[in-house]
């Protein structure tokens, strides 16, 4: 830590494409506040000079003079997905003029290259223009420069807003913020403080690194209300419609093999700490603590089979829905033995949430046969998570969608990759 801060007090070179758009707008003050050296470069000397009179400005030609020796390059240049074209017009700026910036960049022995892309460019069923083009910029740049950084945006806010949302600028700036807050609950959005703090450590980053910057949504008070609502509706939803469900389903769970109704077993709930998880018992007593990846089909009763079909089995976790140890939506728990998936989990930082009743990777068919693909998913949805997104999954699930936790046919078959 002292030395990035040594190294910001000794002017961080910093060489920034991009300047006059919204997010170089909103970034430039933070990084000249913060003491760096700045070079701006584009394709049009003047208009950014009318912008930022007092800091040095280049075009691409003249970066190797003027630039040589700084020590990152931030590319913000883009066109972006609210102007018109056809792909190929995308291309030449998102791809192909990202492709010379680099190029001119290690010509300038420039330290690092930060490439700034976007949420939509993670969605590979989004195939407009700007997705594919900033997908396509990727791999590009990718098999050019092994120390690569590609930093992933969802909308970006500042002091002032762009877009839709240009009307908060008008208001004044404390109803601005609590009109935004349950607009930001919606969707993924990241404040341009996160991005300025990035750029100014991303120095010291080495290798290729991607890397998805958000705002945290447990930091939004409208996001963690709904939510919290949400859950609490949902549970009562659920007992008000299948109270008579309970006794039945647990007679007949006692009834088919010897054993308590409802299993209470410990699963790892936020923060990586233990909870105790209910579910109505659908496996013989004495199988073992395993994922339900691992587990031998025999194991299974006839019953249930049937509840985990149709998710039955699940119903008591109301309790866990009330205690507020789990949520609606959020990463399945694992069991505590499976300390492949606690550890790929804490890695990626996904740890931080509540687990869930059905998630993202539930309903994308992830389980934990995998750890790495199953933290990466997870991790996914911590970055994209939003209102819009939740709701989406509850639908999914609701539609039949959510099988990643089934029984496999042979407790031998391989997991899929």
Request: proline share 5%; glycine share 8%; net charge positive.
């Amino acid at each position: 830590m002292a030395r990035w801060i040594e190294r910001v007090q000794g002017r961080l070179r910093i060489v920034i494409t991009g300047s006059t758009g919204f997010v170089g707008r909103q970034i430039i003050p933070i990084l000249l506040s913060a003491g760096a050296d700045l070079l701006l470069v584009g394709p049009d000397r003047s208009r950014m000079k009318a912008h930022y009179p007092d800091l040095k400005c280049a075009t691409l030609d003249e970066l190797g003079a003027c630039g040589g020796g700084f020590d990152v390059l931030l590319h913000l240049a883009a066109k972006n997905n609210n102007q018109q074209g056809d792909l190929a017009e995308f291309r030449k700026v998102n791809v192909d003029f990202a492709h010379s910036v680099l190029r001119a960049a290690k010509a300038a022995q420039i330290g690092k290259f930060v490439f700034v892309s976007t949420f939509h460019a993670l969605d590979e069923s989004k195939l407009d223009p700007y997705s594919v083009s900033k997908r396509e910029a990727a791999e590009v740049l990718r098999s050019e420069d092994e120390q690569l950084t590609i930093v992933y945006l969802p909308m970006v806010y500042g002091r002032r807003w762009a877009g839709r949302l240009s009307v908060l600028n008008v208001l004044p700036p404390r109803v601005a913020n609590t009109l935004f807050a349950p607009i930001a609950a919606l969707k993924p959005v990241v404040h341009v403080n996160k991005i300025a703090s990035f750029v100014l450590s991303s120095v010291q980053e080495s290798g290729s690194h991607d890397i998805c910057l958000f705002d945290d949504k447990d930091c939004n008070p409208f996001y963690r209300a709904v939510r919290r609502c949400g859950d609490f509706a949902a549970g009562l939803i659920i007992v008000c419609l299948m109270w008579w469900l309970y006794l039945p389903i647990w007679a007949l769970v006692r009834l088919q093999s010897s054993g308590p109704g409802i299993f209470a077993q410990a699963r790892v709930g936020q923060g990586g700490k233990d909870f105790t998880c209910y579910k109505f018992r659908t496996m013989k007593v004495g199988t073992p603590q395993l994922g339900t990846h691992e587990v031998n089909p025999s194991s299974i009763t006839v019953i249930g089979s049937f509840l985990r079909r149709w998710k039955l089995d699940e119903l008591p976790q109301v309790i866990n829905l009330f205690r507020g140890e789990m949520t609606l939506v959020g990463p399945r728990p694992c069991l505590p033995e499976q300390t492949d998936v606690c550890l790929a989990r804490k890695e990626a930082g996904v740890d931080v949430l509540r687990p869930g009743i059905t998630g993202l990777s539930q309903i994308q068919d992830v389980d934990m046969s995998n750890p790495a693909r199953l933290a990466f998913s997870d991790a996914r949805y911590r970055a994209t998570r939003g209102l819009i997104l939740d709701l989406a999954i509850v639908l999914n699930t609701l539609g039949g969608k959510g099988r990643s936790d089934r029984v496999r046919i042979s407790a031998n078959q391989p997991a899929p990759l």
